[in-house]
């Protein structure tokens, strides 16, 4: 069973930026950024496959960038010009199998880290 670990939450003026990053125990071939804000389902934000295709929400486009050092098991989501529509709490998230632009099947889950913008 692999362990995700988030960092990087924290609160922040709209317009500002924050870097979410996520240690892996082991390698999961996809990988990516999950956010559940109050009231609302979680919903996917982010991924990316062995390093170079990624797929992005409509609402983060051009706002938020995801890479990942695979040697490292490492995935980092870096945040701009946020808003507060993405406070949220956001998880890393990893799964086995899939397609790049489905949000299913993600299989391991972190423990999430909340990022508020006001």
């Known amino acids: 069973q692999v362990q995700l670990v988030e960092s990087g939450g924290g609160s922040v003026q709209a317009g500002g930026s924050l870097r979410l990053t996520c240690q892996a125990s082991g390698y999961i071939r996809h990988m990516g950024w999950f956010r559940e804000a109050p009231g609302k389902e979680r919903e996917g934000v982010a991924q990316i496959d062995t390093g170079v295709i990624t797929h992005y929400a409509e609402s983060v486009k051009g706002r938020f960038t995801i890479s990942r050092d695979i040697p490292k098991n490492f995935l980092s989501l870096q945040m701009n010009n946020l808003k507060p529509d993405d406070t949220a709490m956001y998880f890393c998230?990893?799964?086995?199998?899939?397609?790049?632009?489905?949000?299913?099947?993600?299989?391991?889950w972190g423990q999430g880290t909340q990022v508020t913008v006001s």
């Open positions: 998230a990893g799964r086995d199998w899939g397609t790049v632009g489905s949000w299913s099947d993600f299989n391991f």
